[in-house]
Structure formats: structure tokens, C-alpha cells
């Protein structure tokens, strides 16, 4: 059975001690500090609720993306194996509030990957079944957990064209972690190809499709027409700008303050990745004085106050609020960070508009086939989304077709979810 490298486990060793001095942020200093805990943590439920006569999943994901990909498999899981025990853990803040409503008999950070801490969540939880969503594979915590009878499986695999993990010495350093993976479903034949270089055996990777699909449209259908937490006046005449990042937010200001000169009723929904205080303030530092009012935070917006700018100061409200509007526009194509989810404006049947870089997004190239999707280009970004703005805004059928198309294309992908987690049924 493999193990990890002694030159990997003294890295994780080094760095756990160092992230602690690096971190400045209020919210990653408290991660940082759950994940330390995790082991504890685990343990104290394990104590109390630990049903050894049952099986026990322990699924893991990241972040909110790689989340809503594990919970649609975790809950079809959970109705072929309605006995066995669930765990869930996350590392990314952002991911929290999914976390607490998921559905899982424990849910909270992942320990960090050094073998003690790893140790001591095995030996507390004592599942019989690991599955990690996407990429996220931790070396040490997938070969511990082989070695210990533990079956290891990774759902929804993805790995884009240019990701680190597929360059040296990363590469090396994680190879343990994905041969001691049992069963893999990926979401098409070039992850499967790529996670076959990344250690993966051929002979256990099957095509299943990708989960995300049927977590975004269950989450629409279950709200079906109740609307949107918040509302910004008549939804046709919003853009929502999700997961924004500073580069994005210069680009949307100044290009609100032109199509407010042709469409006055136009609103929009700013939703930044990061919500944190520095962020907020470079959105008032973007906006442009002229014929639009200064952005207005959610947590001070007044009783039926209707600001041409709302700016949602709170985390996990995403993937309701673009119910809010008629139009998406989905952040991180200005930076190098890739695009965020645009499944979830394209589940809601909204179309979608996005920066020039995309790091080779298949979700991205599936919206623009179906014609829902624009790309902006780096030349001239603020004309070419004044242009596409004020067309949707012009045409509101068209901008519906677009949103219908949009959602087509999801619905033609739906059941992956179902076929992941019959792989995970030995």
C-alpha cells in the first residue's frame, strides 16, 4: 500500500505552523483554528454518536463549488444506503454555511493533512468509505485510509488542462494519494485521461458525468417560484453579478453608469466572492459619480429602499439570488483565479456573461454553445457588457431564451449524481 513521502509529510509539518503567522484575515485565522480542532472535534461526536454496527461515508470537499457537486451525490448516496453514518468536512470558509445545511450526521473543517491529526480523525469516525469531490485529495488522509480498510474514492473528478497538480514537484508529491484511490467517477473521458497522470489507475475511473448538474437544478426546483431573499425592484430590469472580484466590479461600474443612461429602471445586484471589509471598500472606490447613486450595502439598506447598486455584504446567499434578476454576470474572469459557477445563474434559466479568462472551463464552453453565454474580451470589456446589457434589456424575450437555453443544456446532463454514487456501493 502506498504511503506518503517523507518529504511531503515534512512540508505539511513546516507549513501549518507558518500559514498561522501568514494570516491576517479575521475569517481564515478562524479556519485556521477549526482546523486544528478538527481532530478533537471528530472525536467528541465520534463519543456520543458513533454507531460502529453502521457503515460510515465520509465525504470531503473543498470549497461551495466542489460542495454542491458532494452533496448531490451524498444524498442520492444516502437513499441507496439509507443505514449508513454520514460526515462531511470542507476546507474553505466560504463553505460554512453549506456545510451547516447539508445533511450530514457531523459536518466542520478537515484536519490538516500531517499523519497525527489524521491519525486521530480515523481512528475516531472509523469510516468505511472516503470520497473526495473533484481534486481534492489530500495525500496522507487517502493513504491512511486505504491502509486502515477504509475504501477511497474520488466523485466528480475534475482536472482542468493547466492545473498545478499535474506539474512537478506537486505531481510527485500527491501520487501516493491518488493510488490508494479505489473507485473514480469523472465528469468526462480528458479528466479521466488526465487523472490516469496524476496516479489514478485506467481500470477504476468510470464517466459518470458531472453532479453539479442535479445539485443546482434540485436547489431551483425545490424553490421553485418562491422568490428570490432579497428583491432589487422588477427582475427583469437586474443584472446579478455573482462571486465579483475587484477587477470585475471596476468593469461593471463604470459600464452601470452608461446603461442607466438608456435604461434609467436598469438595477444591479453586486455579490462579491469575499465580502470582507477591504473588499467593500474597493467597490465604493470603483463607482463612478455621475447618474447612479452610490452602491448600497445590504446590512444598511433601508425599508423599501430600491438603490440603482445593492451590494450583498453576506456569505451563502448566492445561488438564491439570481433568481433576483433576468441577467447573470458570474466573476473571475479578469484575474487568474478562473471563472466561479455559472451553473447556477444557468439553472435559474439566466443567461450568463463572463470575463475574458476562463482557464478552459467546460461549463463555460457548454453555455456558449447553447448561445447563452458571452464572453467579454480583453480590449474593450466595459462597451462590448454595456452592449450585451442594454440588448437583454431592449429585448426581454430574447434575454429569456438565452436564460431557456441555458437551462437546457443542464437538463441534458441531469443523473450524474445518481451514477456516482452507485459507483461508491461496493
Not at 443505514?83 to 473543517?109: E, F, N
Not at 477591504?278 to 447612479?292: M, N, W
Request: with cysteine; charged share 20%.
Amino acid at each position: 500500500m502506498p504511503n506518503t513521502s517523507p518529504l511531503y509529510r515534512a512540508l505539511t509539518h513546516a507549513a501549518v505552523p507558518l500559514a498561522s503567522l501568514a494570516l491576517r484575515d479575521g475569517r481564515q485565522r478562524a479556519a485556521h483554528a477549526a482546523r486544528l480542532a478538527s481532530p478533537a472535534s471528530m472525536e467528541a461526536w465520534a463519543i456520543g454518536h458513533r454507531d460502529a454496527s453502521r457503515p460510515l461515508a465520509w465525504f470531503h470537499a473543498s470549497s461551495v463549488g466542489e460542495g454542491l457537486q458532494a452533496r448531490a451525490v451524498m444524498h442520492a448516496y444516502r437513499r441507496l444506503q439509507p443505514a449508513a453514518q454520514i460526515i462531511y468536512t470542507h476546507y474553505s470558509p466560504s463553505a460554512s454555511t453549506l456545510a451547516a445545511s447539508i445533511g450530514a450526521d457531523w459536518a466542520g473543517y478537515l484536519p490538516y493533512d500531517r499523519p497525527g491529526d489524521v491519525a486521530r480523525a480515523l481512528r475516531a469516525v472509523r469510516p468505511t468509505l472516503l470520497v473526495f469531490s473533484k481534486l481534492d485529495l489530500w495525500p496522507e488522509l487517502a493513504t491512511q485510509a486505504q491502509q486502515r480498510g477504509c475504501r477511497v474514492a474520488i466523485v466528480a473528478g475534475t482536472v482542468a488542462p493547466d492545473s498545478g497538480r499535474l506539474r512537478w514537484p506537486i505531481r510527485a508529491l500527491a501520487a501516493p494519494g491518488y493510488r490508494a484511490v479505489d473507485v473514480i467517477g469523472a465528469i468526462s473521458s480528458d479528466d479521466a485521461e488526465r487523472l490516469g497522470r496524476l496516479g489514478c489507475a485506467a481500470d477504476r475511473i468510470t464517466i459518470t458525468g458531472d453532479p453539479r448538474f442535479d445539485s443546482v437544478l434540485a436547489v431551483v426546483d425545490a424553490v421553485g417560484a418562491t422568490p428570490a431573499p432579497v428583491q432589487l425592484g422588477d427582475p427583469t430590469r437586474v443584472l446579478v453579478a455573482g462571486s465579483t472580484w475587484p477587477a470585475d466590479e471596476v468593469v461593471l461600474m463604470e459600464a452601470f453608469g452608461l446603461v442607466r443612461q438608456r435604461h434609467p429602471d436598469a438595477h444591479l445586484m453586486l455579490v462579491p466572492h469575499d465580502p470582507t471589509l477591504s473588499h467593500l471598500l474597493k467597490i465604493e472606490a470603483a463607482f463612478v459619480p455621475g447618474a447612479v447613486r452610490p452602491p448600497v450595502p445590504l446590512s444598511s439598506r433601508a425599508e423599501r429602499d430600491v438603490p440603482e447598486i445593492l451590494v450583498i455584504d453576506r456569505v451563502g446567499m448566492l445561488a438564491l439570488l439570481y433568481a433576483a434578476g433576468a441577467m447573470a454576470y458570474v466573476g473571475g474572469g479578469f484575474g487568474k483565479a478562473g471563472i466561479h459557477s455559472v451553473l447556477e445563474p444557468a439553472a435559474w434559466a439566466r443567461p450568463v456573461i463572463i470575463g475574458p479568462h476562463d482557464r478552459g472551463s467546460r461549463d463555460v464552453a457548454m453555455l456558449e454553445r447553447a448561445g447563452a453565454l458571452t464572453r467579454l474580451s480583453a480590449g474593450d470589456p466595459v462597451s462590448q457588457l454595456v452592449e450585451r446589457w442594454c440588448q437583454w434589456l431592449d429585448d426581454p424575450a430574447g434575454c429569456a431564451a438565452a436564460g431557456i437555453a441555458a437551462r437546457g443544456a443542464l437538463e441534458q446532463d441531469r443523473g450524474a449524481a445518481g451514477r456516482s454514487a452507485a459507483l461508491l456501493i461496493a
